[in-house]
Structures are given as C-alpha cells and as structure tokens.
C-alpha cells in the first residue's frame, strides 16, 4: 500500500482479554517500529523489527506484551491479561533504513480497556 | 540516554502570524537526525522537517524552518504565515544516526492553536 496500515482503528476490550493490533508497514520496508501513546504525551517506544527479528524489545513493559513479524512485513502486537493501564494508542512505524532518516506512520490503533 | 524536552506544553498563534516552537535534547553522539513531527487529530504523525546534525545550514520546508544550534543541544521551529491547517500536536524528535535499528526518541509535544 501507499502508507502504513494499521488495525483495527479502535479497539474496545475487558479487562483480562486478549488482544491482537496489526501493522502492514510500506512496501519494502525492513524496519518496523512499534510506540505506544497515552494521552496527551509524546510516543514512547516498544519494540523494533529488522526483517524477521525483534532486533530492539527493551521498551515492552511486561511479559504481557509480545510482537511478531513472520515473514519480514506484516507485524501483529500481542497484549495478553490486558489492564486499564494499557489504555493507549499504539502507533507502528516503517523505514527503508534502520540507521538513516526518518520514520514513516500509521494511524494508530486505539485500545480502551474497560 | 538521549532525552528530548519540549518546554511550551501549548502554544497559540494568529492566523497568518508567526509562530517559534522550542525543543532542546541531550545526547552524546556526535552524528543524528532531527525532526519535527505535526498529529493531527487523525492520530497520524506527519513529518513537518528534519536536520541532519552534520549540516550547518538550517532546514526550510516552504513555510518551516528550523534554528539548529549543535553547541547548545536547540532545535526550534518556526513557522511562518500559519494557517489554520497548522493547529496541531507537534513533537520534536531524535534519532542517532548509522546506528542499527536506532529508534526515533520524542518529546512531550506541544499544542498549536491557530486562532482565526
């Protein structure tokens, strides 16, 4: 696709459930960045990708999240045992480089966690 | 750690006035990028401008520009004439450069509003 894609847009879950966010970055893209935002605050990072491989995970906050990138394209965000404090907007990212210039953004998957 | 501040949480402006955004950052690499992000309500940062550190001359996209002062870790941005399409969140952000996987680190933001 032209952009970065993400889904859902929003997403309204019970604390305790299971969720999956997907991010389908710029075609021929090897580096993918997943941020979370909270409200009002600038993205913090999550996890970055460099092909297949989680190159970067020291921003996950537990062991309830996990991301997967299978094939080197398509990412999928994983949130188990969800909380309130998970509530966010959680933003991927793409790049045609992992060590030059800028990154390239979707908008955003909102979780509620109710 | 990089940190990057951004100290005016909001900001507002005239329709057709000029506008400064301040940010300052700390690091201790010598070699990285810059940049100043615009999100809109549609949640989707939008790059406004970037600088690469190695570059003395200041970054001018149409009606933004950028002072850049290396020595005094400030990357501010100005922008001229502005519309109301300006009101926005914007982030000022940093990146070190030639280093793999090296991931955009960001400011808190600050607010535009344009006022009519």
């Known amino acids: 696709g032209a952009g970065v894609s993400q889904t859902p847009s929003n997403k309204v879950t019970e604390k305790g459930k299971y969720v999956e966010l997907r991010c389908d970055p710029i075609s021929g893209h090897t580096a993918l960045y997943w941020y979370r935002q909270s409200l009002g605050q600038g993205p913090e990072f999550l996890i970055y990708f460099q092909g297949t491989g989680a190159a970067d995970d020291s921003g996950l906050p537990n062991d309830r999240f996990f991301a997967v990138r299978p094939e080197g394209s398509v990412s999928t965000l994983k949130i188990q045992r969800t909380e309130r404090g998970d509530s966010a907007v959680y933003l991927c990212a793409s790049s045609p480089s992992p060590t030059a210039g800028e990154l390239f953004f979707g908008e955003g998957s909102r979780l509620t966690v109710l | 750690a990089q940190t990057v501040t951004q100290s005016q949480p909001e900001m507002s402006v005239q329709e057709a006035e000029t506008v400064t955004l301040s940010c300052t950052y700390d690091?201790?690499?010598?070699?990285?990028?810059l940049f100043w992000y615009k999100q809109p309500p549609s949640r989707q940062m939008i790059l406004v401008i970037r600088q690469e550190a190695y570059k003395q001359q200041n970054a001018t996209e149409n009606r933004f520009s950028v002072n850049f002062q290396k020595a005094a870790k400030s990357f501010s941005l100005k922008i001229s004439d502005s519309q109301l399409g300006d009101a926005a969140m914007y982030f000022c952000?940093?990146?070190?450069?030639?280093?793999?996987?090296?991931?955009?680190?960001f400011g808190e933001g600050t607010q535009l509003t344009v006022n009519p």
């Open positions: 690091t201790s690499e010598s070699d990285y990028y």
């Open positions: 952000a940093y990146r070190a450069r030639g280093t793999s996987g090296s991931r955009l680190t």
